[in-house]
């Protein structure tokens, strides 16, 4: 499927309404994980340890715990929200991951082009790689952007959250003006911003990609699809969780105050945290990625995702 043309200056209507899912029964999977997080704050159960360390700064002071299997985790708990100037967003830096907790389901939504809506990048040739920043196979087209490496750490939720060594992820977001590859008009033929990485020993996987701009109805995200292993995301097989990484508020707004982000600048301010219709009923507290770097010099962003 692909997006109709849009006038200059102009987004296409990417995500802005929940009805962008895979149907009733990921809706009811989706409320049992959520109800059941409330059901564990409201019983006051403390947070278990993680089992890896994520990089970048967070801007509260880490501790540090025993892990499983006798190793060390770093884990950072979230300071008051607050209300920075014109913006309802938290300023919380570190999403919490807990063993007992998973990483929340989401839609993948509209332009996943894992075959569920037309396009299928996950069987093309090419799609296994780090770099996603270019296209790959009958185009080499490079996007422009302030540059961002991600990194996700697996964590096995039913063993006592140990890395999910040899997992695979599966990630994509849109470009600095809003756009999605194989989707949007004139994007058909280019498939950049998606690729499929293996997790290591750590349950890591690393993607270096640019910061992903800002459109309406959205905060600025990045979508995910884990799978057991390489050969399932590669054969588009059965998904073990499909969620989202959300950007943070200080992040976005230098990001997008530089040259090249001019549209995402005027589309940033019209969304929220909380006005979000996929991070909207939590702030995004478990999706919320640690976030240190520079426009200068770029970004890193990590997050601990709980399977």
């Known amino acids: 499927m692909s997006t109709s043309g849009t006038a200059a200056g102009q987004q296409p209507p990417h995500e802005p309404h929940p009805n962008h899912d895979r149907g009733l029964e990921f809706d009811l999977s989706t409320l049992m994980s959520r109800r059941s997080l409330g059901m564990l704050f409201g019983a006051g159960t403390a947070a278990a340890a993680l089992a890896a360390c994520t990089p970048g700064g967070s801007g509260t002071s880490p501790t540090t715990s025993p892990g499983p299997a006798g190793s060390t985790a770093t884990t950072t708990a979230p300071p008051a929200s607050a209300t920075p100037s014109g913006s309802a967003s938290p300023t919380v830096t570190r999403a919490i991951a807990e063993c007992g907790v998973e990483i929340p389901q989401e839609t993948a939504g509209p332009f996943p082009g894992d075959g569920s809506n037309g396009p299928n990048a996950l069987e093309a040739s090419g799609v296994v790689r780090q770099d996603i920043t270019s296209s790959f196979g009958t185009s080499s087209t490079k996007v422009d952007g302030v540059p961002l490496t991600v990194t996700l750490t697996l964590l096995d939720n039913a063993n006592d959250c140990v890395p999910l060594a040899g997992a695979a ?80 508020d200080a992040a976005c707004r230098e990001v997008y105050a530089s040259e090249g982000y001019e549209t995402s600048a005027r589309n940033f301010p019209n969304t929220t945290l909380q006005s979000d219709n996929v991070f909207g009923d939590d702030g995004g507290i478990y999706q919320l990625a640690t976030m240190s770097g520079s426009v200068s010099g770029g970004y890193i962003a990590g997050l601990n995702v709980t399977v």
């Open 169 to 248: 992820v599966y990630a994509w977001h849109c470009d600095r003006e809003g756009r999605y590859s194989l989707y949007d008009s004139g994007l058909e033929n280019e498939n950049y911003l998606r690729g499929v990485q293996e997790a290591d020993a750590n349950g890591q996987v690393t993607f270096k990609t640019i910061y992903p701009g800002a459109y309406n109805g959205r905060w600025p995200h990045i979508h995910f699809e884990v799978f057991e292993s390489m050969s399932n995301a590669t054969a588009a097989g059965q998904v073990l969780a499909v969620s989202q990484i959300a950007l943070t």
